[in-house]
T-cell receptor, first 114, second 110 residues
Framework: NAGVTQTPKFQVLKTGQSMTLQCAQDMNHNSMYWYRQDPGMGLRLIYY???????DKGEVPNGYNVSRLNKREFSLRLESAAPSQTSVYFC?????????????FGSGTQLSVL | RKEVEQDPGPFNVPEGATVAFNCTYSNSASQSFFWYRQDCRKEPKLLMSVYSSGNEDGRFTAQLNRASQYISLLIRDSKLSDSATYLC???????????FGSGTRLLVRP
């Protein structure tokens, strides 16, 4: 099983450029997430989708948009990249939101915005 | 004050040592607790859940202290392969919001 697959692994953008990070899971999970990880800050939730057809803002949604294309896929779009968006991005999925939720992560995307 | 706080370390220990990390949380309504492990430049992976009665998985023991609002992870007989960053995760009962600590880095030396 591939688990959670996200692409690309690395990306360099210029300020103002746009791009979409792709994420797909093959575990039939209902919930999907996008996190960013910065040194000393821990993982911060950008957006999540509790189930197919729904999306909600997380802790740091500004500058991002998401699309839950179907149950398997959840994409993250940067419309106009800024240097503050330089980070490592992780997609994750879980069976469902709840008290005993266990996340499965993709391998990450290292994004640099110059 | 951060909702979940961890000592960033690094904890530098010799192989075979016993090492323990704590993670404090500020929301007394927190209900679920987990430890994730993250290797350098890799994704986090679930290490173990933390139950009220404490739980053990091989060399790893996790404990919860609700009165003092912290969880702990004890690693016995440390191996070189235990070198990683250990993230604690807390879930509140009201919003099912997962909150990650920023991690404690462990280095196990030969």
């Amino acid at each position: 099983n591939a688990g959670v697959t996200q692409t690309p692994k690395f990306q360099v953008l210029k300020t103002g450029q746009s791009m979409t990070l792709q994420c797909a899971q093959d575990m039939n999970h209902n919930s999907m997430y996008w996190y960013r990880q910065d040194p000393g800050m821990g993982l911060r939730l950008i957006y999540y989708s509790a189930s197919e057809g729904t999306t909600d803002k997380g802790e740091v949604p500004n500058g991002y948009n998401v699309s839950r294309l179907n149950k398997r896929e959840f994409s993250l779009r940067l419309e106009s990249a800024a240097p503050s968006q330089t980070s490592v991005y992780f997609c994750a999925s879980s069976e469902a939101r709840g008290l005993y939720e266990k996340l499965f992560f993709g391998s990450g995307t290292q994004l640099s915005v110059l | 004050r951060k909702e979940v706080e961890q000592d960033p370390g690094p904890f530098n220990v010799p192989e075979g040592a016993t090492v323990a990390f704590n993670c404090t949380y500020s929301n007394s309504a927190s209900q679920s607790f987990f430890w994730y492990r993250q290797d350098c430049r890799k994704e986090p992976k679930l290490l173990m859940s933390v139950y009220s009665s404490g739980n053990e998985d091989g060399r790893f023991t996790a404990q919860l202290n609700r009165a003092s609002q912290y969880i702990s992870l004890l690693i016995r007989d440390s191996k070189l392969s235990d070198s990683a960053t250990y993230l604690c995760v807390v879930i509140s009962d009201s919003s099912y919001k997962l909150i990650f600590g920023s991690g404690t880095r462990l280095l196990v030396r030969p």
